[in-house]
């Protein structure tokens, strides 16, 4: 079994990660402030969407500068960093690897010519009709000569990249005839050495919000929390299927599809901070929602409900409010902790868990526990937490999930184990409670699950719960898929 890699990380087990996003992107045209730091600070509040690798691009209107490289945004920038890349443009990315692997060569924002200048991109997403996109390069250019791109071993942030080089009277008219021919999730903040762009895909799958700065600057993130954190005032979203071209202009704005939105609900149920707004539905309030749900679908007499931190404290104090059954921190998490090497040993692999999370005996003994959680994946996570509190002398553990059981993988920028590895597939819920070792275990309902969001259930893509996707699966995935389907019927 591979080793550890030693970079920090929230994961309790990193054979049992929890949903990852592809990335967090940032983007900012503001003269006279430092865009630099101001995206240093925003990547910082969009690290939660991507712990890999981080960059940020500026330009003063003549050239482009980059800095990027692996690890946390704290870890990738100083201060001496900061200082020399100057400008008043600005994109920055932070990265978890989706499509590609996770090495310098694939960090963000990516860099690339273009038939005025140059280009710097970052994506967050991940489009499905990747093959058809490096035929149209070889179509255009012939056989790639970029080293990234031969034979196709690249990203799908690179394949763009590349295509933004074509021929045109400048970057917005090139991007405006590339983008029809995109399919798949992309919130893209890219710049050229004057503009600041930003494109949404048409079904609006991943998040991207516009901001204004005190000073008449503008700003593009993943979350409105990024807006928080600088300073921006929220302005609306980017619509599914716009294009925005930011310079000293202002804002402009033009409609490359037709909106068909289909935003992703796991950003409701983990992925986007709690104090983010998506639709204009509070995502904490989203949370707290599906927990009262939970306890209204599936109620237990129990003592006391538990977290399991931090992804479950929303819906937990949730469950509690709705159920009345008094609210405690029963586990302890240490934040600090890198990431804990993965040996052959159970025995060690349940220390690295104890590493990072430890219960709180005088709070759970003889306590008749519900304990809270946003998903279960493979479940060795929530199995081993549940023996954790039995062996602190909880005496009764009953689960409770915030989403309905994960049966489907995501093609759209989140990081899901095969079908074949997740726990809900091919088992009932009675098998996978008597696999964690749980008293009982309830998922929400998807119905439950979607009124929580506040937004129309035809509006959102609930692929991972229901195997039905918005936008076609890339084209070796549908026959993957269907093997993987043959081998848990089988």
Partial sequence: MRRGDGRLTQELDPQDQGPQDACGVFGVYAPGEEVAKLSYFGLYALQHRGQESAGIATSDGEKILVFKDMGLVSQVFDEAALEALTGHIAVGHARYSTTGASVWANAQPTL??????????????????????????????????????????????????????????????????????????????????????????????????????????????????????????????????????IDADGVHSQRF????????????????????TIAGRSVQAARLEMGRQLAREHPVEADLVIPTPESGTPAAVGY??????????????????????????????????????????????????VVVDDSIVRGNTQRAIVQMLRDAGAAEVHVRISSPPVQWPCFYGIDFPTRTELAAVGHSVEDIRDQLGADSLGYISLDGMVTATQQAEDRLCTACFTGEYPIAPPVDARHLLTLQTEEVAG
């Avoid at 868990?353 to 709180?360: A, D, F, T, V």
Wanted: net charge negative; aromatic share 6%.
């Fill in 112 to 245: 690339g010519p273009t038939s005025a200048g140059t280009v710097a991109l970052g994506h967050n997403g991940n489009l499905t009709n990747t093959q058809q996109l490096i035929d149209l390069l070889i179509e255009r250019e012939g056989y790639p000569k970029r080293l990234d791109l031969k034979g196709g071993k690249c990203t799908d942030t690179q394949i763009v990249t590349a295509l933004l080089g074509g021929d045109g009277d400048s970057l917005a008219e090139v991007a405006l005839e590339l983008l029809p021919h995109l399919e798949g999730a992309y919130s893209f903040v890219f710049m050229d050495e004057t503009t600041l762009y930003a494109a949404r895909d048409p079904q609006g799958v991943r998040p991207l919000v516009l901001g204004e700065l005190a000073s008449g600057g503008w700003v593009v993130a993943s979350e409105t929390a990024a807006l928080d954190i600088v300073g921006a005032r929220f302005v609306r979203e980017v619509e599914p299927g716009e294009f925005l071209t």
């Fill in 257 to 276: 599809a037709e909106a068909v939105p289909k935003g992703c609900v796991f950003e409701y149920v983990y992925l986007a901070r709690p104090d983010t």
């Fill in 320 to 369: 509690a409010q709705e159920s009345g059954i008094k609210f405690g921190q029963g586990l302890v998490k240490n934040s600090y902790v890198g990431r804990t090497f993965i040996q052959p040993s159970q025995t060690l692999r349940q220390l690295g868990i104890r590493l990072k999370l430890n219960p709180l005996r005088e709070v759970i003994e003889g306590k008749r526990l």
